[in-house]
């Protein structure tokens, strides 16, 4: 495969020299040509106007030395300068090449972070010769996010921390992390040691799997992991339903469900629940900075059939007049909604929460269900930020292409294409409701992901294409150009054994296995 790249790289340095000159995941906001071109040394002088700047300026020698592109002369020097007099808006950032030095300008720690990332790209990319230029960038969207579930299956710290350094070169800025559903409870809760001794047990296609889990100083380091990285952790702590993995563990708290959805949701009608939630939400809040939690709110249908046939749910449902079990639904999620902001937090839901009155206020919405258009336009004019992360094309867990038994390749779902035109098929649903639109997200779910090799083959390289699309303003996207400077990502990912499906090829990258076990939800 290494082979088969460098023969892409040399075709792409001499008939594309203008794409092999600024090979930039993603494709910045604006750039100008400059006359001439500046080699990186190892003996290059580096420094910052102080602050979070020399912080940077300290770190990035050890950073260009691992590019292995760095040449044994001196080099120019470059200077990485923090000033909010610039007035740069958050997160934006200027990279200025000259052949005499390189200089980074940014107002925002966040900005003038992208813009050495940027430039790491840059000698990486480019074996170390930098050609004279100015880039100035800004993001098209401020969430820029990444899910991962390991309720379903459970990958560890060292993976986690390996996409977060992905995700912080491309620019992408958040980590939502699916840590509680059926399968499996994957964080420490000290004051209900049941959720990981009982909870934490099985997976998606084992139930019998041996316990694996977080322990809160290891959610401490990688949160601590990803800030260094301006990424913020958003974690996910699932209700009413997706709570097998608790009601297992607690079976005072279950509300019920019949057969495979036994345990599915938390008895809505007990104050008991709401006090275990409380308690529970009091632990994350003290591990994550970030102002939101999400708590999920989707597909409660498939395991509440005894809330139509308890005599205790059909009686409160009479006494707060809630008329049925999905006002029942909408009461829990409101009741929610108040605990999380007791805490200080904003609760995000899926986009089955836009139904359950909770105040705008209060709440921020998950975009999920593509074939429902209707309910992104109706969270935009009931005044609900919105993020955009809908199954076609945003959701990992669809294959890209596949193998029929005879042997002939298919076409499958969410290409790399479809992503990187992402949201333009959708974009008018938005009109006059811009302010509202937080951004997108790529979400991957585990049920048919049990390895790390099949994690990485579903992520990339079209974690590539979301960060572009969430990044790069309209006006500087063009799906050819980006395929063509692909292959130089590729190579990067090869560097760090990441097993990718490769759209050159795809033959030569075939699917791993997944795990059988039937009844897939849509969501979480």
């Not at 090449?97 to 980074?104: D, N, Q, T």
């Not at 990285?229 to 019949?258: Q, W």
């Not at 904003?346 to 269900?369: F, N």
């Not at 760090?496 to 033959?507: A, D, H, Q, T, W």
Request: charged letters at 25%; aromatic letters at 12%; hydrophobic letters at 40%.
């Amino acid at each position: 495969m290494r082979k088969l790249f460098s023969v892409a790289l040399l075709l792409l340095l001499l008939v594309l020299p203008a794409v092999a000159q600024l090979v930039v995941f993603p494709t910045p906001a604006k750039v100008s040509g400059g006359k001439g071109s500046l080699t990186i040394g190892s003996g290059s002088e580096i420094a910052g106007n102080g602050g979070y700047a020399d912080v940077l300026a300290k770190k990035l020698p050890a950073e260009l030395k691992a590019t292995g592109k760095l040449s044994s002369a001196a080099g120019g020097g470059i200077r990485l300068v923090l000033d909010e007099k610039l007035k740069m808006g958050d997160e934006a950032y200027c990279l200025n090449i000259s052949p005499e030095s390189v200089l980074l300008e940014a107002s925002s720690e966040s900005g003038l972070f992208y813009a050495k990332e940027a430039l790491l790209q840059l000698v990486r990319f480019g074996d170390g010769k930098l050609n004279a230029c100015k880039i100035e960038d800004h993001p098209r969207y401020g969430w820029r996010g990444f899910m991962l579930d390991e309720s379903r299956h459970f990958f560890g710290k060292e993976k986690v921390k390996q996409y977060l350094d992905i995700m912080a070169s491309l620019r992408m800025n958040v980590f939502h992390w699916h840590l509680t559903d059926e399968p499996g409870w994957r964080i420490e809760i000290k004051k209900y040691p049941k959720l990981t001794a009982v909870g934490a047990v099985g997976n998606w296609h084992d139930p019998d799997a041996p316990a694996q889990f977080y322990t809160q100083e290891e959610i401490k380091e990688i949160v601590a992991y990803a800030a260094d990285r301006h990424i913020m952790v958003v974690p996910e702590f699932d209700m009413p339903g997706h709570a097998t993995a608790v009601c297992r563990s607690y079976p005072e708290l279950s509300g019920g469900g019949e057969g495979k959805w036994e345990g599915f949701t938390f008895h809505p009608c007990k104050e008991t629940t709401y006090q275990f939630i409380s308690d529970v939400l009091d632990e994350i809040v003290a591990l994550f900075p970030s102002p939101y939690i999400h708590i999920g709110g989707d597909e409660v249908h498939y395991g509440n059939q005894s809330w139509f046939t308890d005599p205790e749910i059909q009686q409160f449902i009479k006494d707060k007049g809630l008329q049925n079990e999905t006002g029942l639904e909408h009461y829990f999620v409101r009741r929610a909604a108040d605990i999380v902001a007791s805490k200080g937090k904003t609760m995000i839901g899926w986009d089955e929460m836009i139904d359950a009155g909770v105040s705008p206020d209060k709440a921020v919405i998950m975009w999920w269900r593509h074939d429902r258009k209707h309910q992104l336009v109706k969270a935009l004019e009931n005044g609900y930020r919105v993020i955009m992360t809908p199954r076609r094309p945003l959701y990992a867990d669809f294959v890209q292409y596949g193998t029929h038994k005879v042997g002939r390749l298919w076409n499958g779902y969410n290409t790399i294409e479809d992503i990187y035109r992402f949201p333009d098929p959708i974009i008018h649903l938005t009109k006059d409701y811009e302010d509202q639109v937080m951004g997108m997200q790529f979400s991957l779910w585990t049920e048919r992901v049990a390895d790390p090799k099949r994690l990485d083959y579903m992520a990339f390289p079209r974690l590539v294409a979301v960060a572009e699309s969430a990044w790069t303003p309209a006006k500087a996207k063009e799906c050819s150009l980006f395929m063509k400077k692909l292959p130089f990502f590729l190579t990067y990912l090869d560097s760090l054994g990441i097993y990718y499906f490769n759209p050159f090829n795809p033959s030569s990258t075939p699917e791993p296995d997944a795990p059988e076990k039937e009844d897939v939800l849509q969501n979480g």
